[in-house]
């Protein structure tokens, strides 16, 4: 099932210019296409919108934690689960940012739709580790 959500399309389009631009390496990317993928299957949101939120979402983490993706894959299984949730909660909350009306209801809808899409992501590692 998929929402649709009430974004701002204005700051839609701004984003999908900005992916646009972007040179990214190979790490970022593959992150990038699989969590978007994941999204743009929970709520209605252009891929390029999506792709720029996840991006935004993988730069902040690497600021935050002073840390490359590339770090990612040689982490513990906790810290490699706790790094992955990390960056889709701020994915999360940067598209919260560029909801419109009804925002409360959105936000709860979009908190459920990112669940789901971490819990996919959780069964797809596991199936890859198998």
Known sequence: MTY???????????????????????????????ISKLICEQISIPPLAMRSTTWFALIEWQKKENK?????????IANKLKATKDIFNIGKERLKGMLNYPKEQSEILLDICFERAFKYFLENINRIRR
């Open 68 to 76: 490359l993706i590339s770090e990612i894959p040689t982490m513990s």
């Open 4 to 34: 649709a959500l009430n974004f701002n399309r204005e700051e839609l389009s701004s984003i999908q210019i900005n992916y646009a631009k972007i040179n990214f390496k190979p790490e970022q990317l593959s992150l990038i296409k699989i």
